[in-house]
């Protein structure tokens, strides 16, 4: 096996593992910041233990001597995942993964402005059709029983820091940021714990908690060893995946339609997103 074939097969497995990640917060019966601190506490230990098997300590000291780059990116990734559980609590499964999917559009945005990289016509043409993608989406949230703004807002925002916090540790790329992932994610679980009692979850809903966290475990590993091996442009069109895939599959598994607006404005974004890497790889071979 190639060394392509093997990066996009493990970052394949990494893209589908987080396609159920927003069902589960529908399925787990409890508040949202319960949630958040359980899927922050399982999946945290997990590659914790991972990492200090794998690579020692050592690795998440450097992870950490950063400075205000490897922060950022530490600090973002905590917040991430209370915001996207809030943004799915509060509007619907598909309005969150087509705004986040717009992650690159931000990323581009952020590197011209902090790193002085131009925003190619490619590039442009492609933020106009994922803006009218949004648009469309946002046009269909008043339609849409389980979608609001505010939960919209709160993706946007995810979305928006996300790629902010990516474009920062660009500046660190010589070290790598995995180890960091988990000082993220328990961080997040201990200040959640001033706010919250974890223990109000029901416990015929643990198998459901311990499973979330699992594949958050594994999306989490497969997607920082997958693009490794293989262009950006290609792991885009992975990660796109759960755009088209999770809002499927909480429709057949909990009833939850997506809404004609939001199949509309996720098919722009997905398609002006699709387009533009293909166009990428195609100019590289």
Same mark, same amino acid.
């Given at each position: 096996?190639?060394?392509?074939?093997?990066?996009?097969?493990?970052?394949?497995?990494? @893209?589908?593992?987080?396609?159920?990640?927003?069902?589960?917060?529908?399925?787990?019966?409890?508040e949202?910041?319960?949630? *958040?601190?359980?899927?922050?506490?399982?999946?945290?230990?997990a590659?914790?233990?991972? #990492?200090? #098997?794998?690579?020692?300590?050592?690795?998440?000291?450097?992870?950490?001597?950063t400075?205000?780059?490897?922060?950022?990116?530490?600090?973002?990734?905590?917040?991430?995942?209370?915001?996207?559980?809030? @943004?799915?609590?509060?509007?619907?499964?598909?309005?969150?993964?087509?705004?986040? *999917?717009?992650?690159?559009?931000?990323?581009?945005?952020?590197?011209?402005i902090?790193?002085?990289?131009?925003?190619s016509?490619?590039?442009?043409?492609?933020?106009g059709?994922?803006?009218?993608?949004?648009?469309?989406?946002?046009?269909?949230?008043g339609?849409?029983q389980?979608?609001? +703004?505010?939960?919209?807002?709160? @993706?946007?925002?995810?979305?928006a820091?996300?790629?902010?916090?990516?474009?920062? =540790?660009?500046?660190?790329?010589?070290?790598?940021?995995?180890p *960091?992932?988990?000082?993220?994610?328990?961080?997040s679980? =201990?200040?959640?714990?001033?706010? =919250?009692?974890?223990?109000?979850?029901?416990?015929?809903?643990?198998?459901?908690?311990?499973?979330?966290? @699992?594949?958050?475990?594994?999306?989490?590993?497969?997607?920082?060893?997958?693009?490794?091996?293989?262009?950006?442009?290609?792991?885009?069109?992975l990660?796109?995946?759960?755009t088209?895939?999770?809002?499927?599959?909480?429709?057949?598994?909990?009833?939850?339609?997506?809404?004609?607006?939001?199949?509309?404005?996720?098919? #722009?974004? =997905?398609?002006?997103?699709?387009?533009?890497?293909?166009?990428?790889?195609?100019?590289? +071979?």
């Amino acid at each position: 096996m190639s060394l392509q074939a093997k990066g996009l097969l493990i970052t394949l497995f990494g @893209a589908l593992l987080v396609v159920p990640d927003s069902l589960f917060v529908r399925l787990i019966e409890a508040e949202p910041l319960v949630i *958040a601190f359980w899927r922050a506490v399982t999946s945290g230990m997990a590659i914790l233990l991972g #990492v200090l #098997v794998w690579q020692g300590p050592g690795a998440i000291a450097a992870s950490l001597r950063t400075g205000w780059h490897g922060a950022l990116y530490v600090l973002v990734l905590a917040v991430s995942g209370i915001l996207f559980v809030l @943004a799915v609590s509060l509007t619907s499964i598909a309005n969150v993964v087509v705004i986040i *999917a717009t992650m690159p559009v931000f990323a581009a945005i952020f590197s011209r402005i902090f790193l002085g990289e131009p925003i190619s016509r490619r590039m442009a043409i492609t933020m106009g059709v994922v803006m009218i993608g949004l648009g469309i989406v946002a046009y269909g949230t008043g339609e849409h029983q389980a979608a609001s +703004r505010v939960g919209d807002a709160l @993706a946007l925002v995810l979305t928006a820091s996300f790629a902010a916090a990516l474009t920062a =540790v660009r500046r660190v790329r010589d070290v790598s940021m995995v180890p *960091a992932v988990p000082v993220a994610f328990l961080g997040s679980a =201990v200040v959640l714990l001033a706010f =919250v009692d974890p223990f109000t979850i029901a416990r015929e809903q643990l198998w459901l908690v311990a499973l979330h966290g @699992a594949f958050i475990t594994g999306s989490s590993v497969f997607l920082a060893l997958g693009p490794r091996y293989i262009t950006s442009a290609e792991v885009a069109l992975l990660i796109l995946l759960e755009t088209v895939l999770a809002p499927l599959l909480a429709w057949a598994v909990i009833g939850e339609a997506p809404g004609r607006w939001a199949l509309l404005g996720g098919a #722009v974004v =997905v398609g002006a997103l699709a387009v533009s890497n293909a166009a990428v790889l195609l100019r590289r +071979r």
